[in-house]
């Protein structure tokens, strides 16, 4: 009797195992079908503003932007109040969408090959893929930082292209703001906000 | 000979600034160094005069390029990059790859000759392998473990640190067999201005490839000297590196309190 409740006890686990991996998303799948719905809209025959407002979409659905926000922060998120925390992921979420989709809105129709991923954690996998060379530019080697944490909702938390971090080159951008304004985080906030309503 | 006393006192007080800088740890190993802006007043100074310039010469003059027939450029930027090699091998070989020299060496001496003076990549057509990845003399300093030191911004030439300076004086001293043929006049079959023809055609090459990258960075930058400067010190450290592992490039314990959307 004992023996036969463990056996259902392991084939009850098992199912249950299948069921949660068959709803995770891979991450390389992930990539490619974001790719593919970005591509999508830059080679769709609408106006600019459609495209940008259309791109903004894709990223709050693919992208932790409030998880980008605080990383670039750096050594100076630590310092912040709950209130500017709060001030600082809503700046920071409108000009990371205005700055992101602007920069995409000026390809026409990329075309992103996903090749390869790489586990590095429970919460981290990279995807390697390539944009692939037009008449005018060399193959570019794009790796995408994906978080995991949540594996039926992959992430995007970096872009490195050819070896360089976006992320980390945020980090650095802001935090010189802040560090040539005696580490006033006022500062960034006008920065911000002068980029937003620029 | 005065000129070169002083390239090597300057080289040598250099080389002694920057190892006075490392700590005894290879700055390699630590994965997210500080940027040491030293002079950053100056810097940022010189980066708004080499703005200037850019904007007033070698935007309109790489975009001019960017018009010439494909075979014209592609021609061009192959002829440049095998002239490279004259610094890539010595420094192959002082990183200790052999093998790397060795193919370099045989890419060199096929596409001199059968390629007619660089212009056409035989070599990658006859199975050497194409993905070529210059090395110069700062590159080998940091593959030996010394310390990129302050980050500087030089007239004309744009970004640098106290190592790859030193490298690069390691060049105008005699580690540059093309700088020896043409400026120290070690022959006469060439001259000097060919020298600065080839580097002035480099550095038109390479901004022509990147118009719109910096086009759109300078339009999405906050601080486009922060952001040059971090991807400057990036791609040194990658190169550095010889490696496409990316996970160095950033630190996990960055992110570990932070929670997503």
Same mark, same amino acid.
């Given at each position: 009797?004992?023996i036969?409740?463990?056996?259902?006890?392991?084939i009850?686990?098992?199912?249950?195992?299948?069921?949660? =991996?068959?709803?995770?998303?891979?991450?390389?799948?992930?990539?490619?079908?974001?790719?593919?719905?970005?591509?999508q809209?830059?080679s769709?025959?609408?106006?600019?503003?459609?495209?940008i407002?259309?791109?903004? #979409?894709?990223?709050?659905?693919?992208?932790? *932007?409030?998880?980008?926000?605080?990383?670039?922060?750096?050594?100076?998120?630590?310092?912040? %109040?709950?209130?500017?925390k709060?001030?600082? %992921?809503?700046?920071?979420?409108?000009?990371f969408?205005?700055?992101?989709?602007?920069r995409?809105?000026?390809?026409?129709?990329? =075309?992103?090959?996903?090749?390869?991923?790489?586990?590095?954690?429970?919460?981290?996998?990279?995807v390697?893929?390539?944009l692939?060379?037009?008449?005018?530019?060399?193959?570019? #080697?794009?790796?995408?930082?994906?978080?995991? #944490?949540?594996?039926? =909702?992959?992430?995007?938390?970096?872009?490195?292209?050819?070896?360089?971090?976006?992320?980390?080159?945020?980090?650095?951008?802001?935090?010189?703001?802040?560090?040539?304004?005696?580490?006033? *985080?006022?500062?960034?906030? %006008? %920065?911000?906000? =002068?980029?937003?309503?620029? | &000979?005065? @000129?070169?006393?002083?390239?090597?006192?300057?080289s040598?007080?250099?080389?002694?600034?920057?190892f006075? +800088?490392?700590?005894g740890?290879?700055? /390699?190993? @630590? $994965?997210?160094?500080?940027v040491?802006?030293?002079?950053e $007043?100056?810097?940022?100074?010189?980066?708004?005069?080499?703005?200037?310039?850019?904007n007033?010469?070698?935007e309109?003059?790489?975009k001019?390029?960017? $018009?010439?027939?494909?075979?014209?450029?592609?021609?061009?930027?192959?002829?440049?990059?095998?002239?490279?090699?004259?610094?890539?091998?010595?420094?192959?070989? /002082?990183?200790?790859?052999?093998?790397?020299?060795?193919?370099?060496?045989?890419?060199?001496?096929v596409?001199?000759?059968?390629?007619?003076?660089?212009?056409?990549?035989?070599?990658?057509q &006859?199975?050497?392998?194409?993905?070529?990845q @210059?090395?110069?003399?700062g590159?080998?300093?940091g593959?030996?473990?010394?310390?990129?030191?302050?980050y500087l911004?030089? !007239?004309?030439?744009?970004?640098?640190?106290?190592? +790859?300076?030193?490298?690069?004086?390691?060049?105008?001293?005699?580690?540059? !067999?093309?700088?020896?043929?043409?400026?120290r006049?070690?022959?006469?079959?060439?001259?000097?201005?060919?020298?600065?023809?080839?580097?002035?055609?480099d550095?038109?090459?390479?901004?022509?490839k990147?118009?719109e990258?910096? +086009?759109?960075?300078?339009?999405?930058?906050?601080?486009?000297?922060?952001?040059?400067?971090?991807?400057?010190?990036?791609?040194?450290?990658?190169?550095?590196?010889?490696?496409?592992?990316?996970? +160095?490039?950033?630190?996990?314990?960055?992110?570990?309190?932070?929670?997503?959307n």
């Open positions: 009797m004992i036969k409740k463990v056996k259902y006890l392991f009850f686990i098992f199912v249950l195992t299948f069921i949660t =991996k068959s709803h995770s998303l891979e991450p390389n799948i992930f990539v490619q079908s974001t790719v593919n719905r970005a591509s809209i830059l769709d025959n609408i106006s600019r503003e459609s495209k407002e259309e791109l903004k #979409k894709v990223a709050l659905d693919t992208v932790d *932007i409030r998880g980008i926000g605080f990383y670039t922060l750096g050594k100076f998120r630590k310092n912040l %109040s709950d209130e500017q709060q001030k600082y %992921s809503e700046l920071f979420k409108e000009y969408l205005k700055s992101f989709s602007s995409l809105a000026e390809y026409s129709n990329p =075309k992103i090959d996903v090749q390869s991923q790489e586990k590095l954690s429970d919460t981290y996998t990279i390697s893929s390539i692939v060379a037009t008449s005018e530019r060399p193959e570019v #080697k794009i790796q995408w930082r994906v978080y995991t #944490k949540d594996p039926d =909702k992959p992430l995007i938390r970096d872009l490195i292209i050819e070896g360089l971090s976006l992320a980390r080159t945020q980090k650095e951008e802001f935090n010189s703001i802040i560090q040539s304004n005696d580490g006033d *985080i006022q500062a960034l906030f %006008s %920065s911000l906000k =002068k980029f937003i309503n620029n | &000979m005065r @000129k070169l006393i002083a390239s090597l006192l300057i040598l007080f250099c080389a002694s600034f920057s006075a +800088d490392t700590d740890e290879n700055s /390699l190993s @630590k $994965k997210n160094p500080e040491k802006d030293c002079f $007043k100056v810097n940022r100074a010189t980066f708004a005069f080499n703005q200037g310039l850019d007033a010469i070698f309109p003059v790489a001019g390029y960017r $018009k010439l027939p494909s075979p014209i450029r592609i021609g061009t930027s192959n002829f440049l990059s095998n002239l490279s090699n004259l610094i890539t091998i010595p420094n192959n070989i /002082l990183q200790g790859d052999m093998k790397t020299a060795g193919i370099n060496t045989a890419r060199l001496t596409n001199s000759t059968i390629g007619i003076l660089g212009i056409f990549d035989v070599a990658a &006859m199975g050497f392998v194409k993905d070529y @210059k090395e110069d003399y590159q080998t300093l593959s030996w473990g010394v310390g990129e030191g302050c911004v030089l !007239p004309i030439f744009g970004p640098s640190t106290v190592r +790859d300076l030193t490298g690069s004086l390691t060049s105008a001293i005699g580690g540059d !067999p093309w700088y020896n043929v043409t400026v006049n070690d022959t006469q079959y060439f001259e000097e201005s060919d020298y600065y023809y080839s580097r002035g055609g550095g038109i090459n390479f901004r022509a990147n118009i990258s910096f +086009d759109n960075l300078e339009k999405n930058s906050m601080d486009f000297y922060a952001s040059v400067r971090s991807l400057y010190l990036q791609d040194r450290r990658k190169k550095i590196m010889n490696s496409n592992e990316i996970i +160095d490039t950033q630190d996990d314990s960055d992110w570990e309190e932070i929670t997503s």
